[in-house]
């Protein structure tokens, strides 16, 4: 447990650093109106959705090092190899996508419109869409330095990352949105501009360091291949959809959330960034064991991989427990955070009357999430898609659609705590399984 808290607890830090650049969108968002939050928070949404694909897919290149890692203890030429293609493979990948998914977003517009959006919301949307695309390729480079530098066990540099980039980003934010008067698209942009400068400053520390100098991208031009491209393709693509189904899950309930008015629409950004914020705790904690995972899967020590599972079943349920409990008793303090009440609604009680179960998903979604990211430790990504597609296609959305009209808000997520609850269980059931199996074969080798 103890390797886990290590490699972990940097990790969070940095999740949480970036979940309070977020929030700070959200706050300025909420300082413009409710109008402004409400059509930001569905820009955000359309955004996270494209982007998510393609983070996914490349965001496979840590699990991949950390595979290289374990099999370089054995065959250190190799392993080191293996890790060069990864990070080659990632670079050429962050391109490709970055080109293709950035002309993406003039379709959005179309798809509001069909999910009967309001148009004052749908241009409010479009304005911050327009900007924060240009996030897309910087972000994508420093998944990949991220990828490398948490898989040979330097995290310490990506928490140092994260703080450099809030600083960066909030006082040029402001400034664009307020100062100059920009709205929307200044938040958009102070976003793009700092995840530049930190991409351009933190891929010239990294490759500085004698520890990642041989696997600088710049180095070994001519290993360079589409081919590079396949691993991520093979691994990364199951990844990104079941990354897909399950925004599809979340950004469906919000369209849901927008059709009972703008107040609903608002509110159901806040409580995304709730759930954001658990998550990226449980995120940290499934990292950190998903790269454990992968070391002791390329070096074939198959009872680190049991006993590294069962220990950070244990830490994401105890934590995830823990926050839901303290989102329903502080709920009031989060109304307050962002001024939910003006006089004219009711938001204070809306949002009480809906935490409790958007608490209880945050159980189901860290074990789900940490189901897996540990399952692809292994290079098992195929059957937890088709799993992912169960629970949030089949049960998950279909629940959230017939509780809304009895429930509102609260149905609507009451549908998506279904859907994170029935993958959750299918993923852990399948993690289980494949641990039998592996050790299984590891007994029938040594005999």
């Given amino acids: 447990m103890k390797k886990i808290l290590s490699l972990a607890f940097p990790l969070i830090i940095s999740q949480l650093i970036s979940m309070a650049l977020v929030l700070t969108d959200v706050w300025m968002m909420s300082r413009l109106s409710v109008s402004a939050l409400a059509g930001g928070g569905l820009g955000a949404s359309i955004y996270f959705f494209i982007f998510i694909i393609a983070s996914s897919t490349v965001g496979c290149v840590a699990n991949l090092i950390a595979i290289a890692y374990g099999q370089r203890l054995a065959r250190p030429d190799y392993g080191n190899q293996q890790i060069r293609f990864a990070v080659k493979g990632a670079v050429l ?62 995290v310490r540099s990506i928490m140092v990352m994260s703080v450099i980039t809030v600083i960066l980003n909030v006082p040029i934010s402001y400034l664009l949105t307020f100062q100059l008067g920009m709205g929307l698209t200044g938040l958009g942009l102070g976003t793009a501009i700092a995840a530049f400068i930190v991409m351009v400053g933190y891929g010239i520390w990294v490759f500085k360091q004698t520890e990642f100098q041989q696997f600088a991208p710049w180095l070994h031009l001519e290993e360079y291949s589409l081919k590079l491209m396949l691993p991520l393709l093979m691994m990364g693509l199951p990844i990104g959809l079941a990354a897909l189904l399950e925004h599809g899950l979340i950004y469906g309930g919000t369209l849901m959330a927008g059709t009972i008015s703008i107040a609903s629409l608002a509110l159901h950004q806040i409580l995304l960034q709730c759930l954001s914020f658990t998550w990226n705790f449980n995120f940290g904690f499934s990292q950190a064991a998903a790269i454990l995972i992968g070391r002791d899967f390329g070096s074939e020590n198959y009872a680190g991989i049991k006993q590294t599972s069962l220990h950070s079943f244990l830490l994401v349920t105890a934590i995830s427990v823990f ?66 597609a169960i629970g949030y296609w089949v049960f998950g959305l279909p629940a959230a659609w017939l509780l809304m009209p009895l429930f509102g808000l609260a149905g609507i997520w009451a549908g998506i705590g279904v859907g994170l609850g029935v993958t959750g269980i299918l993923l852990l059931m399948h993690l289980m399984i494949a641990i039998r199996r592996y050790s299984a074969i590891k007994i029938e080798i040594i005999h």
């Fill in 93 to 154: 990948l962050s391109v490709v996508l970055s080109v293709l998914f950035m002309f993406s977003f003039s379709y959005a517009p179309l798809v509001l419109t069909e999910a009967n959006q309001p148009e004052e919301m749908i241009t409010l949307a479009m304005e911050y869409v327009h900007a924060l695309k240009w996030v897309m390729f910087p972000s994508l480079i420093l998944l990949v330095l991220r990828g490398l530098t948490s898989a040979l066990g330097n």
């Fill in 323 to 388: 926050l839901s409990a303290v989102f329903i008793i502080w709920s009031d303090s989060i109304a307050n955070l962002f001024q939910l009440d003006d006089g004219t609604n009711n938001m204070s009680a809306l949002l009480s009357s809906v935490i409790w179960v958007v608490a209880l998903c945050f159980i189901v979604d860290a074990w789900q999430l940490l189901a897996i990211n540990l399952l692809r430790g292994m290079k098992i990504v195929s059957i937890p898609t088709v799993m992912t």
